[in-house]
């Protein structure tokens, strides 16, 4: 098989690069590890930026998030009792749309075949050949049998654990990580929302975050140990433990319901630089993670995605090489403020256990600040809704 752009992975990096692409008339095909129904059974992000849904728009493929999404003008901070609104619509002119990421990754999909766009599912054994050439390819096996797709490039789109970033030399890139000391034991289920809007919590206890998925359907999260596994909460101690950490207000709201989806994910923050090795590029997850503390993993993933379908497209349709170029320079650029605000909001909101009296006492006093600034407010106000591209 042969095509200009092979993309690992049919996650939002995958799916967005590949429709975008192909709206371009550049020819790409997709090579994914798991099964279809694999991947539309995940849980991930709620929060989608301009960036992601202009994609969307701009595709369009955007008509069910604009039936079903709630645009957000604001989210609140909590300090234990006290509600600190954020105004991101009078701070910034912007709204944030809560439409959940398994919701984005089915309009994509469902998308794929009218638009030309092949995604070869269940590939097993998937590896990348050839990156410093301008002839590289992909091999994989499929029911038993071996393939192999040529391109000119190859997107590594393939999360955190795939093979693209591995295949960079270790000589010829770095990354830069810092784990933290928790998860986020997360919980989907069909009741309202406590509240119209995101309530991020700092208590005593620990972190809390009350979202939703639509105003019949909630996501929660309370920060755990990294030694606590999800038999260790049954959904009783679940909804105590949120309601002890949220303020008042917002937990006497919250509807207790059946756990549909329950688990734990562990918080880190991870760039590799760079994000481009030869004829191998690198978007979204395979490139950085950040703590969903800020709402950026799937919205850092549709910047990725927009310069590097610029960039791609100019090479293949105006022999302009300028933009690949670029790639690296300047989505690490994006990245890197999203993970010093994602690692911010996460130091703020989040009890670590090294911490004494004076971390906790400094906390309350920037969640103080914040609540007395307009300014603070706008600073978190534009990390929110996501900087300019
Ligand atoms: P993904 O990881 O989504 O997609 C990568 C794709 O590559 C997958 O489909 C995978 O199966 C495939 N793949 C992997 N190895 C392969 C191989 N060898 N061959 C072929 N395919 C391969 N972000 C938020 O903003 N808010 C959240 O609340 C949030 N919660 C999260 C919870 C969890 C458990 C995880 C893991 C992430 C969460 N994220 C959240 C971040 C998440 O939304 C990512 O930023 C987003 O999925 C990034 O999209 P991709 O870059 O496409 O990577
Ligand atoms: C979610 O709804 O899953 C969600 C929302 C905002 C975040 C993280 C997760 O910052």
Avoid at 9 to 20: A, I, T
Avoid at 230 to 239: G, L, R, S, T, Y
Wanted: aromatic content about 8%; glycine content about 8%; overall charge negative.
């Amino acid at each position: 098989m042969k095509t200009d752009v092979a993309i690992i992975g049919s996650g939002p990096s995958g799916l967005m690069l590949g429709h975008l692409l192909r709206q371009a008339g550049v020819e790409a095909v997709i090579v994914e590890r798991q099964s279809k129904e694999h991947v539309l059974s995940r849980i991930r992000a709620g929060v989608l930026e301009t960036v992601t849904t202009d994609i969307l728009e701009d595709l369009d493929i955007a008509d069910r998030m604009r039936a079903e999404g709630l645009p957000h003008d604001g989210f609140n901070l909590a300090d234990g009792e006290r509600l600190i609104r954020i105004d991101i619509k009078a701070l910034t002119g912007k709204q944030v749309m809560v439409y959940g990421q398994t919701e984005v990754t089915k309009d994509l999909i469902d998308a794929a075949p009218a638009r030309g766009l092949e995604i070869i599912w269940e590939a097993e054994e998937t590896a990348l050949h050839d990156i410093e050439s301008d002839a590289p390819y992909v091999a994989f096996t499929k029911d038993g049998a071996q393939h192999r797709i040529e391109a000119r490039f190859i997107a590594g789109c393939d999360g955190f654990h795939g093979p693209s970033r591995k295949a960079v030399p270790e000589a010829s890139g770095r990354g830069f990580e810092k784990v933290y000391p928790f998860g986020w034991l997360g919980v989907l289920c069909d009741a309202p929302p406590c509240d119209h809007e995101l309530i991020y919590a700092n208590h005593e206890n620990g972190f809390a975050l009350a979202s939703m998925r639509s105003m019949t359907r909630s996501r929660y999260y309370i920060q755990v140990p990294l030694t606590e596994q999800v038999e260790d909460w049954p959904d009783d101690k679940f909804w105590e433990e949120l309601c002890r950490r949220l303020p008042p207000a917002a937990a006497a709201n919250v509807t207790r319901a059946p756990a549909l989806e329950k688990s734990i994910a562990p918080l880190r923050s991870y760039v590799f630089e760079p994000m481009r090795h030869g004829s191998l590029f690198l978007a979204g997850d395979a490139a950085h993670i950040v703590p969903p503390t800020g709402a950026k993993g799937l919205n850092l993933a549709a910047s990725d995605v927009r310069y590097l379908s610029r960039a791609l497209i100019a090479w293949f349709k105006k022999n302009d090489a300028e933009g690949l170029a670029g790639y690296s320079q300047t989505a690490l650029a994006r990245v890197w403020k999203a993970e010093r605000f994602s690692w911010q909001l996460t130091m703020l909101m989040h009890r670590f256990p090294e911490d004494g009296p004076f971390d906790r006492r400094i906390q309350l006093a920037e969640l103080d600040y914040i609540a007395t600034s307009e300014t603070a407010r706008r600073a978190i106000a534009e990390n929110y809704v996501g900087l300019p591209l």
